[in-house]
């Protein structure tokens, strides 16, 4: 069996260069525009850091903030060199001060980040928002380790701008498999019957599970070293944000957010200084306005891993 790329296979998204060109007309540069109706649904190819005081004011309703971690990585054209703690903080402080104003009273924000930096960026988000919890979500790849503990997890802090703010729990409980039915006079209680199985809908925890990290077999796997599942910020979106609210990414990579609040009728504003990546952002929400299929999510509910293999709008991508 053959995984190369152009195997059937393979659904890794490309470039062409016909492609390249034409998303690159779609994609917009500074100076921009003062109005956030002019600015929405847009990818802006540039410095994230330069751009943030000439952002429109309090225009986010929830921003997503997947900064490098500290750790030695490209990022197409870019490279992060790791850093001590010390100083990965005093990084992570100087450019977030500077995106505060972009925000409304009432956002959320959720910012990434793994072992290494989550100490850190815990300290300097306790000092500007309000810190709600820290989700842990299992990357179920990774290399296993010799004289260590396999790294296998990442951390997403969850924080508000104020005690004003916007968490839809329905929107995000999660249907696991019962292992032992529970029953009150034959009747289920607290879980559904199906052909299928028994299943139970619980209240999304901090401990995510649940999540497939995009591989060459998924419709929205690309190239990017450090892709998030769209399952992933699908529930970052249904949880903290409204439909026609605007999303805020401004280390957009490949575009998974932008492809996943088209999907989820949000507007999003995407900053990202590859100018490939933003051209392959700009071909996911191209194909995000017809294919809106969300792998492990179905019919307004998601799925833990290995149970979706039959409420699925695409059985070719949203089984796990």
Known sequence: MSFERGSPLNRTLDLTEAERS????????????????????????????????RLPRAFADLAILD???????????????????????????????????????????????????????HRVLARYL?????????????????ANWKNASEDIWFCTVSDRYHFNVEAVKLKRRVIAPYT?????????????????????????TDLTVPYWSMR????????????LMAKLILASSRP???????????????AV????????????MDETFCCLAAKRVQLAK?????QGYSQGTFWERNTLQFQTRDKASDHE
């Not at 609040?261 to 990202?272: N, P, Q, V």
Request: aromatic content about 10%; some cysteine.
């Open 22 to 53: 034409l998303y690159l007309e779609r994609v917009k540069r500074p100076p921009l525009p003062d109005s956030v109706s002019s600015l929405a649904d847009s990818i802006v190819h540039g410095d994230s850091f330069a751009l943030f005081p």
């Open 67 to 121: 900064p490098p971690y500290n750790l030695d990585k490209n990022f197409g054209q870019a490279r992060f060199r790791e850093m001590n703690l010390d100083q990965y903080q005093s990084w992570f402080e100087s450019w977030l001060v500077t995106l505060l104003p972009a925000l409304k009273e009432t956002s959320s924000v959720y910012v990434c980040g793994d072992w290494k930096s989550s100490a850190a960026l």
């Open 130 to 146: 309000q810190v709600r919890n820290r989700i842990t979500w299992e990357r179920e790849k990774g290399r296993g380790a010799k």
């Open 184 to 208: 009150v006079k034959g009747v289920p209680k607290d879980w559904q019957k199906t052909q299928h199985g028994d299943f139970r809908l619980t209240h999304p925890s901090n401990l995510w």
């Open 220 to 231: 929205e796997n690309t190239d990017h070293p450090t892709q998030k599942p769209e399952k």
């Open 244 to 258: 026609g609210e605007v999303v805020f990414d401004p280390f957009l990579g490949s575009g998974t957010t932008a």
């Open 261 to 272: 609040a088209t999907k989820l009728d949000r507007r999003f504003i995407g900053i990202e």
């Open 290 to 294: 017809t294919e809106t299929a969300i």
